[in-house]
């Protein structure tokens, strides 16, 4: 009798456990609960933003480089959801953690700044790839990312996937690597298994056919 207890106890705490120590990569809670009740003021945000400048740029168009993203006319969700990841360490971006910790005070701050560059124009000056690797890219992206970041790029804003329209192509290519290889953390599961097989020749190939998109307005 003790031997069963002992074994039905075991059966019922192990899928808890399991379930305690795996994260749900969208679940709305804490900070991002917060921000995204808030009414986010642009006006508010666009003061905000004034340290993030140095590296994003003044107009949020990144650098071609890929050390930063283009984040204007990013879904203000996607963008909430992105720094209350890296502040909460969801998220791996030790260049940022200083900036969002030491200057974005508030989840009330994070709803501006998010409003605030949502609203900003996307230019198609974006960092392209070599555009070899378009006819490929087009390929896959067709079978396995359009569900989720749309057939233009534009995202879904509700489900948190990000627009990757006139996103840099270096910016699109170190995140996808980041991606397949668990470095992000923050990442969708869906997203993980979809890429695991990839080819490091796939996620060029991917990412230079989503550099080629135009901007889409959020």
Same mark, same amino acid.
């Given at each position: 009798?003790k ?12 899928p ?7 994260p ?27 340290p +993030?400048?140095g %590296? &994003?740029? @003044?107009?949020?168009? $990144? ?5 930063y =993203?283009?984040i204007?006319? #990013? *879904?203000?969700n ?26 974005v ?6 709803a ?21 690797g ?7 992206y067709e079978?396995? +990312?359009?569900? %989720? &970041?749309? @057939?233009?790029?534009? $995202? ?5 996937? =990000?627009?990757?329209?006139? #996103? *840099? ?50």
């Amino acid at each position: 009798m003790k031997h069963f207890l002992a074994t039905l106890t075991l059966a019922l705490t192990l899928p808890l456990a399991a379930t305690a120590q795996t994260p749900v990569w969208n679940e709305i809670k804490g900070e991002l609960k917060l921000a995204l009740e808030a009414k986010g003021d642009a006006q508010r945000g666009k003061s905000a933003f004034g340290p +993030c400048e140095g %590296c &994003h740029r @003044a107009d949020a168009s $990144g650098r071609i480089s890929g050390a930063y =993203p283009r984040i204007s006319g #990013q *879904h203000a969700n996607v963008l909430m959801k992105q720094i209350t990841d890296i502040r909460g360490g969801r998220r791996a971006n030790p260049k940022m953690e200083p900036f969002i910790d030491d200057h974005v005070l508030t989840p009330f701050d994070i709803a501006d700044i998010a409003v605030y560059l949502q609203a900003l124009p996307v230019s198609a000056t974006n960092g392209k790839g070599p555009g070899t690797g378009v006819e490929r890219g087009k390929q896959l992206y067709e079978k396995d +990312c359009t569900t %989720c &970041h749309g @057939a233009k790029g534009e $995202g879904d804003a509700a489900k948190f996937y =990000p627009m990757v329209a006139a #996103q *840099h192509y270096k910016y699109l290519l170190r995140e996808v690597k980041f991606i397949r290889d668990g470095d992000r953390r923050n990442s969708n599961p869906d997203m993980v298994n979809v890429i695991k097989p990839y080819s490091t020749a796939d996620l060029e190939a991917v990412a230079d056919y989503m550099a080629q998109f135009k901007p889409v307005a959020p």
